[in-house]
């Protein structure tokens, strides 16, 4: 004979007897070596059953006869070896259906004896105290047997009279008068509730306005300091920058000032240098001493003309700028226009005169040459003399100088200018 390896699962139970074993081996999940026809072996499952235990028409206590049905959970005991070997010893060989129904009639009798000890307004109002007297009842007899009860609960309770229903009614118009009271009160609560809610928002809402009114006030005075010290920085910086344009204005008009004067410096002395270089021409080349020394005056006499127009006009520019300059400096302070002006009039007073005298000079020869030249165009001249008066050439000329002499009266009738006022001056 072969021994072979039987295996087990957690499920069940194998109870192995036979050689090499005095008391029989009961296995849960595992393996054993065995020999066939020197071994026996049999198997028990360990699985849960659950039995529907039903209990119709039974009385209660008060002779109520109601109908109840209750579920339980039941499996073999392998808690202890000694359990375990009763439940072997009773459903060993035994078919499942068998087990079930043993276990069923044990349940249902402690059920009806359960209920018969009990009123139906127990069992209903107490359901949880009926499935624990059921279940410590139960659970003791089913242990002798090997067996353990998991968990036992009513399911189902009724009767064919209406005891129940009735029951119901009453306990239902108890429920719905308990709701509505609780109703009633619950929405009072509510009610109130809401007021404080209701409350505690507008509180919450006014305080979170003065938050932000708080806020923005703080918001708008900061604001406004920035923008004060932005608006004050920003004047430095704009009166700084049109300082620093009008200090160079005026050092640029300084410049240009000075550049012009040095230039009319230049032309006065290129003006002498002239002057000299005519009277040392004069001198080498005029052969008769009266026409040389009246070439010579003449000329000086224009030089001189020329260098005091010049220098009349370099201290009038000079004057100007100078003007323009200080005017330029003191725009930043506030009175350069009238500074300015008040130096532009000085400086054209004093050129006047000098400026009318040249322009006499200048005039004065054109306007004899043009009557000169009047008198030359003439085919012929009658002239009539009386007594001691000059004829010829002699009379023509005095007529000529008769009419340039009458020029500056004339111009002082007509302008109130004094040219020859001007004249014994130069």
Known sequence: MIP???????????????????QPAMITGGRVLVVPGLMRWSRLSLNVRTITVHSPDVYTARGVAIKVTGVAQVKIN?????VLAMACEHFLKKKQSEIDTLITSTLEGHQRGIMGTMNVEDIYKNRKLFNERVFNVASKDLYNLGLHVISYTITDLSDDMGYLKALGKGRTAEVQRDARIGEAEAKKDAMIEKCIASEQLMKAKLANDTLVA???????????????EVRAKQAETDLAFELRTCKTKQKIKEEVMETKVVERKARILVAEQQIQLT?????????QPSDAEKFR????????????????????????????????AITAKGNA??????????????FKD???LSMYLETLPKLVGEVGSALGNVKSIKMVSSGDSPIGAQKLTQEIMDISSNVPAMVKNLTGVNFMKNLRVA
């Open 354 to 356: 000098a400026a009318m």
């Open 279 to 287: 009277e040392k021409k004069l001198e080498a080349e005029v052969k």
């Open 337 to 350: 226009e009238a500074t300015n002006m008040h130096r532009k009039a000085e400086a054209w007073k004093e």
């Open 78 to 82: 392998t808690q202890h070896p000694k």
């Open 4 to 22: 072979i390896f039987i295996t087990c699962p957690p499920n069940e139970v194998l109870v192995v007897s036979g050689l090499g074993f005095t």
């Open 297 to 328: 005056l003449e000329t000086i006499a224009g030089a001189q003309k020329q260098r005091l127009l010049l220098e009349a006009e370099a201290a009038a520019e000079a004057k100007r700028l100078m003007g323009e300059a200080q005017a330029l």
């Open 214 to 228: 708080e806020f923005n006030r703080d918001f708008q005075l900061k604001k406004a300091t920035y923008d004060q």
